[in-house]
């Protein structure tokens, strides 16, 4: 079991869970060609992609879509509201879609996809649980706030991808738009370093072994402001996981790399 993170964050986002014999793509916010780069060295190629699972239509999570279908003919697997506002955008796409409706499950491969709801600044948009035989994976960025029903998805999996996207003071003192600022800072908006590390010791007390923390703002934090916040909050609990930060261009490989410094 391994999640690769090819790109996370505002100018594209695209992951890689192979569980078992399965291999799903969630989210596809890089161009074919740098996809395939990203493949090439892995052994793999776009065809060997068992589904993409697209957690909400924001243009930095499907602008690589058109072209990966119009080559490749992948399936696509969204939660229900996200797969008709993705169908509208993509009328092409229409024939490629499963969707799925929220807390509900659809097996690709032999492995079980069940999305959750999450707040974001969009009409719908879901984080993602997949199930196998080797435990679970769990994919949980662009939210504004840590609902019961994200916590009761993610319960139990071995590694997920989180999102740690600012450092409160530094979107505040920071040149974005005011408006902008109350966005992010909203319930409908990103997790801030305090919120990501919460979610972070709460994965771990119910059996994270793994953790990536991405959609790392370039703006209004560093990785190192995040691991720091996030590796205070899990030794202050006495939990130890591995924990990984996501560049905003991969690949990162949970399996591959050593623990980020603290």
Do not use: W
């Not at 505002?10 to 890689?16: E, M, Q, V, W």
């Not at 161009?31 to 395939?36: A, D, E, G, V």
């Not at 892995?42 to 697209?54: E, Q, S, T, Y």
């Amino acid at each position: 079991m391994r999640v690769t993170v090819f790109a996370s964050g505002s100018t594209g986002n695209c992951a890689l869970a192979e569980a078992g014999r399965a291999r799903i793509l969630v989210d596809d916010g890089i161009s074919l060609r740098r996809l395939k780069g990203f493949l090439t060295p892995m052994g793999l190629a776009p065809d060997m992609l068992d589904a993409v699972f697209i957690t909400h239509e924001h243009s930095d999570h499907i602008s690589g879509l058109r072209m990966l279908l119009k080559y490749h003919g992948v399936r696509v697997c969204a939660e229900r509201g996200v797969a008709v506002r993705l169908a509208g955008i993509l009328p092409e796409a229409e024939e490629y879609i499963i969707p799925i409706r929220a807390g509900e499950s659809a097996e690709i491969a032999g492995v079980s996809l069940r999305p959750f709801e999450t707040l974001h600044d969009t009409p719908r948009s879901a984080g993602l649980r997949i199930d196998s035989a080797e435990g679970a994976l769990g994919f949980c960025t662009d939210l504004g706030s840590v609902t019961d029903e994200v916590k009761s998805a993610l319960a139990g999996v071995r590694a997920a991808l989180i999102e740690t996207n600012h450092d409160v003071q530094m979107l505040r003192d920071g040149p974005y738009p005011a408006a902008l600022k109350r966005r992010i800072l909203s319930e409908r908006g990103h997790l801030s370093n305090e919120e990501g590390a919460a979610l972070a010791v709460f994965l771990a007390q119910n059996g994270a072994e793994t953790l990536i923390l991405g959609h790392i703002s370039r703006e209004n934090n560093t990785p190192g402001r995040a691991l720091n916040v996030v590796s205070d909050a899990l030794s202050r609990a006495g939990l130890e996981v591995s924990l990984f930060c996501a560049p905003v261009l991969g690949p990162l490989s949970a399996e591959a790399l050593e623990r980020c410094p603290a």
